[in-house]
């Protein structure tokens, strides 16, 4: 019986140095499983045993690049550079991409996908709530039973009620943020001056030295522990722009749990909510 692709990925990780050679001769590129493809391929190879199609351009660059993003493996090489030295590449970096790949696909599996129309339901705070349209609302609204009421016509789309939902969420959190920051701020002997909102894909936060903070508004999503503990993050980079033990010792200072907080953070993904 053919295994899946991803649980063969897993396996290899799991044990890098294969399973004990068989008296069996080796797999032609065809034979093996697909490990992992592109819709746009044009090439193929077979790294760590694994058939792999991927995306090959030829780019104006000083390397060869590789990348492995959720379309699968992209590889970019100058004109001068011959296939044969992208395959060796290719074969150098072979356990590094279907890591990728294997932690791409994982992740994936924990998107959640909205359906924008009366009923659904999104996390909000660490716990659902369920849309609502009530074309008689004067605004949106979350009432007690957790229905988010938007003023919204019973007819509106998907791209109306995303709009509206979102609109919303975002000026919670920006007022939620701008509470856990005043409130944490005194505690740690700084000061912030501008909050941002961002829609980055890959960072909950940032800060300069300026005291200019940026907290991704998707971060609404979570547990108040979760907001707390980038809020916290954030403000002691004020304190020491690095991750040195200094830093960590200012964070532990008013979140001595913090390194449960940041496992918990770590197991989410900003890709979550699509």
Known sequence: MMRNPLQLVLDFLSHPTGPAPEAKPAPSAHDVALALGHPRANRETVLEGMRVAYLFQRVRRR??????????????????????????????????VLRKWAEIQERQKNI??????????LDYLGAPIHLRLSPSQGHSELNMQRELKLALPLNADASQ??????????????????????????????????????NAGSRWGSARIDGAIRLNWRLIHLKSEAIDYVVVHELAHLREMNHSPAFWKVVAEVLPDHSERRKELQRENLANWA
């Open 63 to 96: 390397s060869i690049g590789f990348v492995v993003g959720p379309d699968g493996l992209e590889v970019r090489a100058p004109k001068w550079v011959t296939l044969k030295e992208v395959e060796m590449g290719l074969q150098e970096r072979g356990e590094w």
């Open 112 to 121: 959640r996908q909205i359906e924008w129309r009366d009923g659904a339901s």
């Open 161 to 198: 009620i995303r709009d509206a939902v979102q609109a919303w969420l975002m000026r919670e959190a920006r007022a939620l943020f701008e509470m856990r920051l005043h409130h944490f701020a005194p505690l740690m002997g700084v000061q912030w001056r501008k909050l941002s909102l961002s």
